[in-house]
């Protein structure tokens, strides 16, 4: 996928940082669930469709064939992947560790991703150092500036979010950061 493409994507991607916002500044738990529910659903019911049905597949790749990587023909695309890992995170884990999961998911990985497609040079897996090192400081500048966080949990939270991140893995990764931070700094919150 070209830069341009990629980064219509990853604006998308930043897009989705509306929903942590909406979270912590006007939704309830419960009013976040049904929010993330429903587009959870109505995404994943069009994903069944594009896959097994041809006038759908047609349809969507008319409208989003230029962000839709190749990878995704057959599979959950990235969107939707963003919708239920937003879902269970809210469902899991506490406000402000969903807040800095969903945030850290749309902010660093979109800005690795963009910084490793334009700059990087040097190959770590399927990535980029560059990209990754940008995940990195964006996920602990998040760590220390959003509020109510244990700041050594979330700061260990980004740094196993960037391994999550750059290791190869079949679960995409838009499910596995933010489960990854929560769950992390979510075990910081046990200790005494």
């Keep these: 996928m070209n830069y341009q493409r990629e980064l219509l994507r990853k604006l998308i991607h930043y ?9 912590y500044n006007f939704f309830s738990r419960a009013e976040m669930l049904w929010l993330l ?7 994943l019911l069009a994903e069944m469709l594009r896959m097994n049905i041809s006038i759908f597949k047609h349809l969507f790749k008319r409208f989003f064939g230029p962000i839709v990587r190749v990878s995704e023909s057959n599979k959950f695309t990235g969107a939707t992947s963003v919708f239920i890992s937003g879902f269970l995170t809210v469902l899991i884990f506490e406000k402000n560790i969903a807040i800095f999961a969903m945030l850290t998911l749309s902010l660093a990985d979109a800005t690795a991703a963009l910084i490793g497609k334009k700059w990087g040079k040097r190959k770590l897996f399927d990535k980029t150092l560059e990209g990754s090192l940008t995940f990195l400081i964006v996920s602990i500048g998040l760590a220390i500036i959003l509020p109510d966080l244990f700041r050594l949990g979330a700061i260990v939270a980004a740094i196993v979010a960037t391994l999550i991140e750059l290791f190869p893995s079949p679960i995409d990764d838009n499910l596995m950061i933010p489960i990854s931070i929560a769950t992390t700094l979510s075990l910081f919150h046990l200790i005494p």
């Design 37 to 43: 529910g429903g587009l959870s659903a109505i995404f």
């Design 15 to 23: 897009g989705s940082s509306i929903f942590p916002f909406i979270y």
